[in-house]
């Protein structure tokens, strides 16, 4: 039998298995000990009956076979016989030192005169005995002194010893097979019962592992004591603990949910904003001066570049998680637009911007992530500004890359702004704080680039985009 099968066997098999094995060994010593010790008990009485028969013969026959009397010691024979009947001799040969036959208990076979040589090499032992054997042989020299006078060879029947050592053999048999029955059933139902509560802690553990972990009902654990009653009680309160903890988790996620939805509207609103300021101005200057075809044109164009940004914003939003293949390629236009979108900010805190847009052409980068991150970070820098300051930006395109440098003079980006604006895919602000920075962030490692920050001297930032120029497509979300 495979070993390993053996040990993928239920306990509650192996266990009884065990008992009966175990059984079966103890009977077979037993047994062996039992039929040892009734083998010396038969063959000590054997040997002492034997050699009261043979001390009796030869007390008789010896003054006959000193006178070479047949008649007589074949007389003494069938006395020794006829008076030793429990005994069961079947055959007694009485010879003279020559080996020739003086007399036996059966003449016809063994006439007097003739040789007798025994062929069994146990005959010519003083006695032998077989355990379960039919028969026994004994063996008897008459000395005298100086001469041996004879030789008398016996055979007794021992079948009545071997069927009591049958006997005895069945009835260690069935007692012993009855008792490895019963003490296999018995060590069964004890496993068994044993064992039942390590099943039911098994069946909850394998209801753990497909589903979600179940207690231990209570009145089972009730019902139960000692060990399994503790394991019971410490189970179960592994179980509450995880669906607490399963709980506590789902009202995080929630939470977390609620605060990224919450982040999301916040970011996006604050997209929206940026560039509405701008637009009311293009509004408020086409109220005024509406009249003349140079400057209705110029801000309907703003407008509409404005409106489109706007409508782009829900689709930049998505840039966290895909890009949007709807966008169009960058040209100059999109960055002399940021000039006025950001102007009335500049206006209200006294700031100049002054924009060095050095494209001549389009550039294949997706154009509104470049114009939402270059207005994101020239708000920011028009509000670190002081008074009177100027913020310089400038956009320029190689053969690899487009380049945009904003600097202004304030009193320096903060480490935690300067983190954010790094953060590459890092989670957003978990305060609300710095959202626009966030998204720029997100925005251009979207795109493949990266972000530079120079604190100048002695005071100012200097924010240098590096994107590459790529076919930054963004996926066109309607």
Same mark, same amino acid.
């Given at each position: 039998?495979?070993?390993?099968?053996?040990?993928?066997?239920?306990?509650?098999?192996?266990?009884?298995?065990?008992?009966?094995?175990?059984?079966?060994?103890?009977?077979?010593? !037993?047994?062996?000990?039992?039929?040892?010790?009734?083998?010396?008990?038969?063959?000590?009485?054997?040997?002492?009956?034997?050699?009261?028969?043979?001390?009796?013969?030869?007390?008789?026959?010896?003054?006959?076979?000193?006178?070479?009397?047949?008649?007589?010691?074949?007389?003494?024979?069938?006395?020794?016989?006829?008076?030793?009947?429990?005994? /069961?001799?079947?055959?007694?040969?009485?010879?003279?030192?020559?080996?020739?036959?003086?007399?036996?208990?059966?003449?016809?076979?063994?006439?007097?005169?003739?040789?007798?040589?025994?062929?069994? #090499?146990?005959?010519?032992?003083?006695?032998?005995?077989?355990?379960?054997?039919?028969?026994?042989?004994?063996?008897?020299?008459?000395?005298?002194? +100086?001469?041996?006078?004879?030789?008398?060879?016996?055979?007794? =029947?021992?079948?009545?010893?071997?069927?009591?050592?049958?006997?005895?053999?069945?009835?260690?048999?069935?007692?012993?097979?009855? !008792?490895?029955?019963? %003490?296999?059933?018995?060590?069964?139902?004890?496993?068994?019962?044993?064992?039942?509560?390590?099943?039911?802690?098994?069946?909850?553990?394998?209801?753990?592992?497909?589903?979600?972990?179940?207690?231990?009902?209570?009145?089972? &654990?009730?019902?139960?004591?000692?060990?399994?009653?503790? %394991?019971?009680?410490?189970?179960?309160?592994?179980?509450?603990?995880?669906?607490?903890?399963?709980?506590?988790?789902?009202?995080?996620?929630?939470?977390?949910?609620?605060?990224?939805?919450?982040?999301?509207?916040?970011?996006?609103?604050?997209?929206?904003?940026?560039?509405?300021?701008?637009?009311?101005?293009?509004?408020?200057?086409?109220?005024?001066?509406? /009249? %003349?075809? +140079?400057?209705?044109?110029?801000?309907?164009?703003?407008?509409?570049?404005?409106?489109?940004?706007?409508?782009?914003?829900?689709?930049?939003?998505?840039?966290?998680?895909?890009?949007?293949?709807?966008?169009?390629?960058?040209?100059?236009?999109?960055?002399? =637009?940021?000039?006025?979108?950001?102007?009335?900010?500049?206006?209200?805190?006294?700031?100049? #911007?002054?924009?060095?847009?050095?494209?001549? @052409?389009?550039?294949?980068?997706?154009?509104?992530?470049?114009?939402?991150?270059?207005?994101?970070?020239?708000?920011?820098? &028009?509000?670190?500004?002081?008074? @009177?300051?100027?913020?310089?930006?400038?956009?320029?395109?190689?053969?690899?890359?487009?380049?945009?440098?904003?600097?202004?003079?304030?009193?320096?980006?903060?480490?935690?702004?300067?983190?954010?604006?790094?953060?590459?895919?890092?989670?957003?602000?978990?305060?609300?704080?710095?959202?626009?920075?966030?998204?720029?962030?997100?925005?251009?490692?979207?795109?493949?680039?990266?972000?530079?920050?120079?604190?100048?001297?002695?005071? +100012?930032?200097?924010?240098?985009?590096?994107?590459?120029? %790529?076919?930054?497509?963004?996926?066109?979300?309607?």
């Amino acid at each position: 039998m495979n070993a390993s099968r053996f040990r993928s066997w239920p306990i509650t098999i192996k266990v009884p298995l065990a008992v009966v094995a175990l059984m079966i060994l103890v009977g077979l010593v !037993l047994s062996e000990r039992v039929l040892a010790r009734l083998t010396e008990t038969q063959q000590r009485h054997l040997v002492e009956l034997s050699q009261s028969y043979l001390d009796g013969l030869s007390s008789a026959i010896a003054p006959s076979i000193l006178r070479e009397d047949n008649w007589e010691v074949y007389d003494a024979i069938a006395r020794a016989q006829e008076i030793n009947k429990s005994l /069961h001799p079947i055959e007694t040969v009485v010879t003279n030192s020559e080996g020739a036959v003086i007399a036996a208990s059966d003449p016809k076979r063994h006439p007097i005169g003739t040789s007798f040589s025994p062929n069994d #090499i146990s005959k010519t032992k003083a006695f032998s005995y077989s355990a379960g054997a039919d028969t026994a042989n004994a063996m008897r020299t008459l000395s005298y002194p +100086g001469r041996v006078a004879g030789i008398i060879y016996t055979t007794f =029947d021992t079948r009545h010893l071997a069927a009591e050592r049958r006997d005895v053999l069945m009835a260690l048999a069935l007692t012993n097979g009855a !008792l490895t029955i019963l %003490l296999a059933a018995a060590g069964w139902l004890l496993v068994t019962h044993m064992m039942r509560p390590v099943r039911i802690l098994s069946e909850h553990l394998g209801v753990a592992r497909e589903t979600l972990a179940v207690p231990v009902p209570d009145e089972i &654990v009730a019902k139960t004591t000692g060990e399994f009653g503790h %394991l019971f009680r410490g189970y179960n309160g592994l179980v509450r603990s995880m669906k607490e903890r399963e709980d506590l988790s789902k009202r995080l996620a929630e939470e977390e949910r609620l605060g990224s939805l919450g982040r999301l509207a916040s970011a996006v609103a604050h997209e929206i904003n940026n560039p509405l300021g701008g637009l009311f101005n293009a509004l408020s200057t086409m109220k005024t001066h509406g /009249h %003349l075809a +140079g400057v209705r044109s110029s801000s309907l164009g703003l407008l509409e570049r404005g409106l489109v940004g706007i409508r782009d914003v829900v689709r930049t939003t998505l840039a966290v998680y895909r890009r949007d293949s709807g966008s169009r390629n960058l040209v100059p236009a999109d960055i002399d =637009d940021l000039g006025m979108l950001v102007a009335p900010e500049g206006r209200r805190k006294y700031v100049t #911007i002054q924009i060095d847009n050095r494209l001549d @052409g389009p550039i294949a980068v997706a154009s509104t992530p470049i114009r939402q991150a270059l207005l994101n970070l020239l708000l920011n820098a &028009v509000a670190a500004a002081p008074e @009177g300051s100027q913020v310089n930006a400038t956009v320029s395109a190689g053969t690899a890359a487009l380049e945009i440098v904003v600097s202004d003079y304030g009193g320096g980006m903060p480490e935690s702004a300067s983190a954010v604006l790094t953060a590459g895919y890092g989670p957003p602000p978990l305060d609300g704080g710095g959202l626009g920075l966030w998204t720029t962030s997100r925005l251009v490692a979207e795109m493949g680039g990266r972000i530079e920050i120079e604190r100048l001297r002695p005071s +100012g930032t200097t924010i240098r985009l590096i994107i590459p120029i %790529l076919r930054a497509e963004l996926s066109d979300v309607a």
